[in-house]
């Protein structure tokens, strides 16, 4: 569903160089990599239009192929699989050179008599990352350090942070919670005696399945963030939509869980080369599943190869300690850099 804040976005870019003509088309080029549905995104492109300088326009969508390059020897080719490995010497550091696209390339606007058309070459989620900036700067200068949480629904980022906080002694920690309805994230780990504040998408940011900086900004005002050495934010659950967007943190992780299957790296590579911490979640589920751990692994260190990794168990508390280690020594690394 990323697809729709991405229209909105394109809508927006091109109300912005349209000086209030009437727009007729939309180039677009979008990078395979980030994975935007053509179908899907000419969809919602109907709908978002509708009274805006953009309502009955074209939107032109050119999908840009992934191309790699390897630093070790080299070679470049086009990317088919998502296994960001290079096939000619083994290696792993490498660089999307083209595929990773996101941008109105041009407008053509005004009436069918004297249409004008207009290079833009600007990023869709410009105005997404001028506010992640601003929110940036706000967390260097209360010296917080902020992590943001996704995963898919129901993987236990919420029980994971239900454990693992009972254990930060000495740190400062804040949460923002992100849902489209309800509150019962946040009334759990406010029982922890922590500030926790709600973020809910709909209805007043219409139902979005992440959270974008604009939402985040939006809640800062509940928080002291002077007070707090870490802010953690559990993002909407969802595999793709909330690694588009950047909200102003320091690091993304990501929560996976078990019962998901052994080929959610191989389905969902924005996420998992998004984040540079990948939790394993519900390992007390393996004796239950046909899940083949080893294979999971491979799976995702071919998507992003070397990331680091934790196995844990929310239920049992294996590998909490670790987890709590990792989240101690960012918090008071960077308080310290501060």
Known sequence: MHELSIASAIVATAQKHADGSVVSVVTVRAGRLRQVVPESLE?????????????????????????????????EWALEAPLFRCPACGGTDVTVVRGNELEVESIEKGGSMHRTRVKVLEDVLDANSTIAAANRADFDRAGVTVINIMSAPGAGKTSLLERVLRMLDGVRVGVLEGDVQTTLDADRLASLHIPVTQINTDPGFGGECHLDANMVRSALSSLTLEELDLLLIENVGNLVCPAEFRVGEDHRVMVSSVAEGEDK?????????????????????????????????????????????LLVSARTGEGIDALRDWLFRIATREAAAV
Do not use: Q
């Open 265 to 309: 790296p191989l389905k969902y590579p924005l996420m998992f080369r998004a984040c540079e911490l990948v939790i394993v979640n519900k390992l007390d589920l393996l004796p239950h599943l046909d899940f083949d751990l080893d294979r999971y692994l491979y799976n995702l260190d071919a998507v992003h190869p070397g990331v680091e990794r």
């Open 43 to 75: 969809f919602y492109w109907d709908l978002v239009t509708r009274g805006t300088v953009c309502d009955g326009a074209w939107l032109e969508l050119e999908v840009v192929p992934a191309v790699l390059a390897c630093a070790s020897c080299a070679h």
